[in-house]
């Protein structure tokens, strides 16, 4: 008895574009640069950390992750909605992503004006320097993904992408993946552990 297998179903590739593997594991390496001076940072400060983290709001905090990790889990669902030939249907989900995504960018420019009006700017003491550093940069990546996530939206309701030809469209979602998990990693390490 033997067992026939089709050669195409074991055929795995890595989803997205090379490039965008590349440009992702450069921007984990400066993220990882970062993320390690402010934890050998906070070790060396544990109380300035401390006081300084009092400042902060961990329930917005929370509720940035939720909305980045939901934006994250639609863009995903779009790439498979692609997959199954179902492109507009992506289309939507990907709206989603972005609706979802841009509760993160309200609440957060409004904790960038609320501790701004508290004096707490980048020059305040070196927790508040790292801070508008690590989520500032972060933040910039999430301004760039939002228009990722509105192109690949309009692509996806163009038909543009097709369940043989969705490279792009993967690779968008990765890079926003890359997000997600950089804020989760964030997340503990600005506003909760001390």
Not at 9 to 29: H, K, N
Not at 122 to 129: R, S, V
Not at 180 to 193: E, H, K, R
């Amino acid at each position: 008895m033997s067992i026939s297998v089709d050669s195409t179903s074991l055929s795995r590739r890595l989803p997205g574009d090379l490039a965008m593997w590349f440009f992702i594991l450069a921007e984990l390496t400066v993220f990882a640069i970062l993320i390690l001076a402010f934890a050998i940072t906070q070790l060396l400060n544990p109380e300035l950390f401390r006081e300084s983290r009092a400042a902060l709001d961990s329930s917005i905090g929370l509720v940035l992750t939720l909305s980045l990790l939901t934006s994250g889990l639609l863009a995903a669902l779009a790439v498979e909605q692609v997959r199954l030939a179902r492109p507009q249907r992506g289309a939507v989900l990907l709206l989603g992503a972005l609706l979802s995504s841009c509760v993160y960018v309200v609440l957060k420019l409004n904790e960038y004006s609320h501790l701004s009006g508290l004096g707490l700017g980048l020059e305040h003491n070196t927790f508040f320097t790292l801070y508008w550093i690590l989520t500032g940069f972060h933040f910039l990546h999430v301004l760039l993904g939002l228009v990722i996530l509105g192109w690949m939206a309009e692509r996806c309701r163009r038909r543009a992408y097709s369940v043989h030809d969705c490279a792009g469209l993967e690779s968008g979602v990765l890079y926003w993946h890359m997000v997600d998990m950089v804020w989760v990693l964030l997340f503990p390490l600005v506003y909760v552990i001390n």
